[in-house]
């Protein structure tokens, strides 16, 4: 069996831990976690104005939900206080986005960010739903 | 063996410290899931081993290693798991035990072979909530301090160190030329998950070598694969990939080749006759 001295112990934990806080500082800017609002978008507003009794302004959107595990953004396109399209534009979780490949038209039949938990990507479905929650927010009118 | 026995044994020991974080990561996150999900896990990992056990009419029939595996699994698999795949996860864990064995040991770490086949099997999803994935950042600290317990009573500090060594390194140069996520590795929740598996995970004593020089190079190997799986494929498979290959190596490398020696010993018949 492999014993080590604990004078070895140290010098291999300091070692490692300078790695360790030179890989994280190195990233510090590249993990910065993305501001949203500063992310997401109105692509494309419609000139008219809205009827009264809608809920959202006619336009294409973009929305991005983000959690420890990665982030997604979508693009939904409202018309006629109806969203007509949703399409996932960045996939950047670390699961398979063949996971979560159904839910944008389950959002287009249910009129609604809300969707059924997909088995074995809870987090990617998560991530979904506040990206469409966050785009369906930048197109409601207030 | 007793209780009190039990307990004080790195197998004791490691079954408490499991148990603990699993309770202290279903506070902090709220998720009560998670002790359903554990308790299957277990219980099926239990069930699984006496069976198998039986069937091979082996002699000694305590389930303390089946235990682990199922906290294990628990620990990474995602609360959200449906109970049938943890079950199925975990039978599929404790037959690679049984099954891919050399001189009734497992050739495989067999919480990696099932995690590693439900993915493609169930469709399951790795979340490392028992490394306090999802907890606040001091629970890093506990998850150190234990593995560095966990480690030393099981004399696996020249490969935990080699891995974390090695992983870290290639993890580093890929920040630098921002190459695949990188700086993903060295967050939670992906830091959690590398801590648990070099700590927990990597030094199950049956499917890792002994020999310093023999864990430094299982550690490398590990580090290595796992960290160039991480590169290319990004997901959460790195880890299971990298263990596989370092099981590989030491049945390869050492286990095989002892064992040809062995059988090819000549049988000292002086010493026969002098019985």
Known sequence: M??????????????????YAAGYWDTESQATIPNAAADDQVLQAASSEPSINNTYKDGIYSGTGMNRRGSIQVTITIEQDRIMDVEISDFAMH????DIVGLPDEVTQSQSATVDNVSGATYSTAAFEDAVQDALAQAAIH | MKTGQWLKSPKGQLTSILAVNLILAVGASRDWKGILIAGVAVAFAVLTDILIGSIKKRKRMVPDGAVITGLILASVMGTHTSWTIAAAMTM???ASKHLIAHKKKPVFNPAVVGLLLAIPLFHAEQSW???FGDSPAW???LLVAEGYWITNRVRKFPQAFSFFGTYFLIMLVMGMFHVGDASDAWRAPFINGALFFGFFMMTDPPTSPAKAMDQVIYGVIIGTAGAVVYSIFGGLIYFFIGQLAGNLYYFLKVRWPNHKKQTRQPVNFQKRSSL
């Open chain 1, 95 to 98: 699961y398979s986005e063949s």
């Open chain 2, 92 to 94: 599929i864990a404790i």
């Open chain 2, 139 to 141: 629970t890093i600290a």
């Open chain 1, 2 to 19: 492999a014993n080590m001295s604990k004078k070895w112990i140290v010098l291999c934990t300091a070692a490692i831990a300078t790695v």
């Open chain 2, 129 to 131: 909530w028992g490394a």
